[in-house]
């Protein structure tokens, strides 16, 4: 016995060993904590954390659809900014195109303008120069009459003669002008 005190008080002195009967009530505590944690809260843990993975998962391949679809949704919008560009550009091509026809045309019609009014300036001074011609002839003619009648101290009267004479006269003046024009 000697030996059995001596060994109960050695472990009785040991701190860190529990007495037999502490461990085996600890024991069996701990299989009942155990086989209720097992039986009744493992399961719902892992039926919770299931569904987060799932969800978790699901969320993934959601978020890479959506990924999927924005970057479907900016190529499209791409490809229809590249497409209005080109229309942009092909309306500015048209436009400038027009421009220029439209100023050539304009300028065909100033041209076409302009020269209406030289012509018609030319033969308005055309007109003017034979009116002012015919006015010079009379008056140049009634004074030549006039001058010839008071040389000659008698009225020169007849208006055939005198418009033959004066047409010789204007027509000889005329000659010499053009004669003398050429010469230069």
């Known amino acids: ?62 978020a890479e659809a959506t990924q999927a679809e924005a970057q479907q949704v900016l190529d499209d919008y791409r490809a ?10 092909r309306l500015r091509q048209e436009a400038q195109e027009q421009g220029a026809t439209l100023i050539a ?15 018609a300036g030319h033969a308005q001074i055309e007109a003017d120069r034979k009116q002012a011609a015919l006015s010079l002839r009379q008056d140049v003619g009634k004074l030549a009459t006039e001058l010839a009648s008071k040389l000659v101290g008698e009225a020169l009267e007849d208006n055939a003669r005198q418009s033959r004479t004066i047409d010789r006269f204007l027509d000889g ?3 010499s002008a053009t004669k003398a024009e050429a010469t230069r």
């Not at 229809?80 to 550009?89: G, K, P, S, T, V």
């Not at 045309?105 to 012509?119: F, K, L, S, V, Y």
């Open 105 to 119: 045309e304009m300028r065909a019609e100033g041209q076409r303008q302009r020269e209406e009014i030289i012509a």
């Open 1 to 62: 016995m000697n030996a059995l005190v001596q060994m109960a008080s050695e472990e009785a002195e040991n701190p860190l060993v529990p007495p037999i009967p502490e461990l085996v009530i600890g024991l069996i505590a701990f299989a009942i904590v155990f086989l209720f944690l097992a039986k009744k809260l493992l399961p719902n843990i892992n039926k919770v954390l299931e569904e987060r993975r799932t969800a978790i998962e699901g969320g993934m391949e959601k």
């Open 80 to 89: 229809q900014l590249a497409d209005a560009r080109h229309e942009a550009a």
């Open 173 to 175: 003046l005329e000659d």
